[in-house]
């Protein structure tokens, strides 16, 4: 089916001629393809990364977006071009539902405080509030089907995140380096989180995983120093390489029974580590597996482990491995210097 895009762009004139707003010099949104213009006006939300009150907020006025009309029936925002603090996306323009928020339309849009997100929308794309660094508010309607790679990476003000109901992926580096998020819901539905997800989210200090995620990426909680308490359900069947890598804060995890394979530098540097839990389906352990975990001092490994990588327990120097005796657990044990227990 052809798609049929068709650029709008309101004149400022008009807009003030139609509003009747006094004359304001404007610059645009800092830090990204900007525009100039800036005024408020609405619509309704959903789901949300914070509570949102969305009474309070006019609909900001048509002029400050650039965007595209899909197939003569919907419309993108590919652009915002105003310079508000707050800002209410129209649910409707030229009588059409407004569905998706195009990749970096708001990006690097460092005024913006707090954004309220129809409920007519179903997708944001790529970038799409990345680096908008003053950001605290961003309200996800539950319609919101698909959220593209790092759309709110680098929004380091913001403090909670919701997924959706209908999200059943969360891609790339969605919330990498917002440094201020310190609470995440995922909804059931969700099968699978993907790489650097969470990364260097300093503040997050507990995740609950839902049952519906079999598979949790690479360097997802990377960085997640301050991350103490993390729920992952049976289940999970695969997770990546340094998921876990420098969570400096975590002190306990149990791997879910139908994980096959701990991946490459999973719990590396994890230096308040005491208590991990391997489960028989478990048939690798990865290079430097727990390298640099310092505070590990005892581990079982199951005898359904056939191969363990180099560095597993790198620099953990009080450890002892627990495991059956002629193990592949054992052998490793000896040929590392490691105290081994036989069970």
Same mark, same amino acid.
């Given at each position: 089916?052809?798609? @049929?895009?068709?650029?709008?762009?309101?004149?400022?004139?008009?807009?003030?001629?139609?509003?009747?707003?006094?004359?304001?010099?404007?610059?645009?949104?800092?830090?990204?393809?900007?525009?100039?213009?800036?005024?408020?006006? /609405?619509?309704?939300?959903?789901?949300?990364?914070?509570?949102?009150?969305?009474?309070?907020?006019?609909?900001?006025?048509?002029?400050? @977006?650039?965007?595209?009309?899909?197939?003569?029936?919907?419309?993108?925002?590919?652009?915002?071009?105003?310079?508000?603090?707050?800002?209410?996306?129209?649910?409707?323009?030229?009588?059409?539902?407004?569905?998706?928020?195009?990749?970096?339309?708001?990006?690097?849009?460092?005024?913006?405080?707090?954004?309220?997100?129809?409920?007519?929308?179903?997708?944001?794309?790529?970038?799409?509030?990345? /680096?908008?660094?003053?950001?605290?508010?961003?309200?996800?309607?539950?319609?919101?089907?698909?959220?593209?790679?790092?759309?709110?990476?680098?929004?380091?003000?913001?403090?909670?995140?919701?997924?959706?109901?209908?999200?059943?992926?969360?891609?790339?580096?969605?919330?990498?380096?917002?440094?201020?998020?310190?609470?995440?819901?995922?909804?059931?539905?969700?099968?699978?989180?993907?790489?650097?997800?969470?990364?260097?989210?300093?503040?997050?200090?507990?995740?609950?995983?839902?049952?519906?995620?079999?598979?949790?990426?690479?360097?997802?909680?990377?960085?997640?120093?301050?991350?103490?308490?993390?729920?992952?359900?049976?289940?999970?069947?695969?997770?990546?390489?340094?998921?876990?890598?420098?969570?400096?804060?975590?002190?306990?995890?149990?791997?879910?029974?139908?994980?096959?394979?701990?991946?490459?530098?999973?719990?590396?540097?994890?230096?308040?580590?005491?208590?991990?839990?391997?489960?028989?389906?478990?048939?690798?352990?990865?290079?430097?597996?727990?390298?640099?975990?310092?505070?590990?001092?005892?581990?079982?490994?199951?005898?359904?482990?056939?191969?363990?990588?180099?560095?597993?327990?790198?620099?953990?120097?009080?450890?002892?491995?627990?495991?059956?005796?002629?193990?592949?657990?054992?052998?490793?044990?000896?040929?590392?210097?490691?105290?081994?227990?036989?069970?």
């Amino acid at each position: 089916m052809l798609k @049929f895009k068709f650029k709008k762009a309101i004149l400022a004139a008009v807009t003030a001629a139609v509003l009747c707003v006094s004359s304001v010099a404007v610059t645009g949104c800092q830090g990204g393809d900007n525009g100039n213009s800036g005024n408020n006006n /609405g619509s309704d939300n959903g789901g949300a990364t914070a509570s949102s009150d969305v009474t309070d907020i006019p609909e900001t006025a048509v002029g400050n @977006f650039e965007y595209e009309i899909d197939g003569k029936t919907q419309i993108t925002i590919t652009k915002y071009k105003g310079n508000d603090e707050q800002v209410r996306i129209p649910e409707k323009i030229e009588n059409m539902p407004v569905t998706e928020i195009d990749d970096s339309a708001f990006a690097g849009c460092t005024g913006l405080t707090r954004v309220i997100i129809p409920d007519s929308v179903t997708y944001i794309g790529y970038e799409a509030f990345d /680096g908008c660094t003053a950001l605290t508010d961003a309200a996800i309607p539950d319609k919101v089907t698909y959220i593209d790679g790092y759309a709110f990476a680098d929004c380091t003000s913001l403090t909670s995140a919701a997924i959706p109901n209908g999200v059943t992926d969360i891609e790339e580096g969605v919330f990498k380096g917002c440094t201020g998020l310190t609470s995440v819901t995922i909804s059931e539905g969700v099968a699978s989180i993907g790489d650097y997800v969470f990364d260097n989210c300093t503040s997050l200090e507990s995740v609950t995983i839902p049952n519906s995620v079999t598979s949790i990426g690479g360097d997802v909680f990377n960085d997640c120093a301050g991350l103490k308490n993390v729920t992952i359900p049976d289940s999970v069947t695969e997770i990546g390489d340094f998921t876990f890598n420098n969570c400096a804060s975590l002190e306990s995890v149990v791997i879910p029974n139908g994980v096959t394979s701990l991946n490459y530098a999973l719990f590396s540097d994890c230096v308040s580590l005491k208590d991990v839990t391997i489960p028989d389906s478990v048939t690798e352990i990865g290079d430097l597996a727990f390298d640099n975990c310092t505070s590990l001092k005892s581990v079982t490994i199951p005898d359904s482990v056939k191969s363990m990588g180099k560095g597993v327990f790198n620099e953990c120097n009080d450890v002892e491995i627990h495991g059956k005796a002629g193990s592949t657990a054992e052998t490793y044990a000896k040929d590392n210097n490691i105290k081994f227990v036989a069970e």
